[in-house]
């Protein structure tokens, strides 16, 4: 079965500090992984895709797949950034998504 | 282009009784999607329309839930009788299909059973 694990419910930095996102999965095939932010009173709304190898707005993603992992991380962090962020995993038209973490970046 | 609606976006009801959720996909999009987010816990997978079709309704809770999608158009998902653990943010999404834009999702209507 597919699951998808992302262990912090909270993170907090400051701006300017690197920050990083964890994300793991368990899936027997070949994932296709995705990032989906919230910012606050907005939608959810995709981020970026791991097919796609982008960086978006400073946020990047590798998929590691010795530790099953999809860890999202951007070097300098701004207040913007603060929002709830979703790693989900996609299989067969089916899009699963992990708890969530509510990153808040201080000033 | 319209995005994703759903509506209403707040419902507050007594345990009991039934509430009736509407989402409107994009235009042109086969796959339809619920989710819901009890609070603090994993957007969680509730079922997947192709057209009018149910693809995959495994996430279901129960059979106090109820989704349609006649005419492949809008969905609809009924809770009758409603009770206090149905509480949360449901969410609707769709998609042409693949993943090379994601899914669209709708702004969520919060249910909350008092």
């Known amino acids: 079965a597919q699951r998808v694990t992302q262990p912090e419910k909270l993170l907090s930095v400051f701006k300017g500090a690197p920050v990083e996102l964890k994300c793991n999965y368990s899936y027997s095939g070949s994932p296709e992984l995705f990032w989906y932010v919230q910012y606050s009173r907005q939608r959810l709304q995709l981020l970026l895709r791991h097919i796609s190898r982008e960086s978006i707005k400073g946020f990047t993603a590798d998929l590691n797949k010795g530790e099953t992992s999809f860890h999202l991380k951007k070097p300098f962090a701004q207040e913007e950034d603060s929002a709830m962020y979703y790693c989900a995993l996609y299989n067969n038209n089916d899009m699963r998504f992990g708890a969530g973490t509510r990153l808040t970046v201080k000033p | 282009e319209a995005g994703v609606t759903q509506f209403p976006s707040h419902s507050v009801i007594e345990k009991g009784q039934t509430v009736t959720l509407r989402c409107d996909p994009i235009?042109?999009?086969?796959?339809l999607y619920w989710y819901r987010r009890v609070m603090g816990k994993e957007i969680k997978f509730l079922l997947h329309?192709?057209?009018?079709?149910?693809?995959?309704e495994s996430g279901m809770p129960n059979n106090r839930f109820l989704a349609e999608r006649t005419g492949g158009t809008y969905s609809t998902l009924k809770v009758q009788p409603a009770e206090l653990e149905d509480s949360g943010v449901y969410f609707c999404a769709s998609s042409q299909g693949g993943t090379e834009y994601g899914y669209t999702f709708g702004s969520g209507t919060r249910l909350t059973v008092v």
């Open positions: 329309f192709v057209k009018e079709s149910k693809q995959d």
């Open positions: 235009s042109g999009h086969d796959n």
